[in-house]
């Protein structure tokens, strides 16, 4: 049975951290259709307008991950949060460009609100997955790497019962591992947020994003729950009898 959570060490330097959890499985994944593909290229006009001239540094969602970085000991102008790296380059180039149907659809819902999102393929998760501190002596392949490297002492990983790091630096990267391909059929999803507005931010992408999965995957079975320092585990249901 699949569980996430987040560690008590890591809640009491984050108390603000909220973050929602959807367990996606009977999913199919492939090329984008093109009425989402349309979708995904107005969410990023829509975003780029929105942005406009002000500095990603000041959009909130983006900061309060910055301090978070800083106060691990990474600096956050050279490993950018998921959702920065992907407002980054929707500013700088202009556009996103499509990869397949399940990571459009992470993508969309991350530049919407700016915050970070993950689609881990079931498949890489042994038992349960924690977000903690790294000791320094787990393992992480990095994308389009064979050869696993150790995270540094003391920063935010996601990390399995067998001590394989799903995502380092807490939201910057996921493992070779863990990413959505076109096999997938499982995924566990995280969408997070440390910014005041947190709780009310995350629990709207997370609605989005499901009744977005419904509509393009209608056979989709999904549970989903917000944590937080007061409920900070997620649990797999078991299945009905």
Known sequence: MLTFRYDDDLLARYPAIRGGVILARNLHNGPTPPDLIEAYLSEQRATNARIGDTPLSQIPSLAAWRRAFSAFGVEPTKYRNAAES???????????????????????ISIRYGLPVAFFDERSIHGSMTVRFATGDENFTDLGELDPVHPAEGEV?????TGQVNARRWCWRQSE?????????????????LHEDAEQDVQSAVDELQTLLVAYIPEVDLQAKILSPDDPMFTEEPPEA
Do not use: C, H, W, Y
Not at 87 to 105: A, E, F, H
Not at 157 to 161: A, L, N, S
Not at 178 to 184: E, N, V
């Open 157 to 161: 990983i996601f990390v399995d019962e």
């Open 86 to 108: 992907l407002l980054r380059r929707l500013t700088k180039q202009g556009n996103i460009p499509s990869i397949n149907m399940l990571v459009d659809l992470e993508n969309m």
């Open 177 to 193: 591992q863990s990413a959505a391909r076109d096999d997938t059929t499982g995924l566990l999803i995280t969408i997070e947020g």
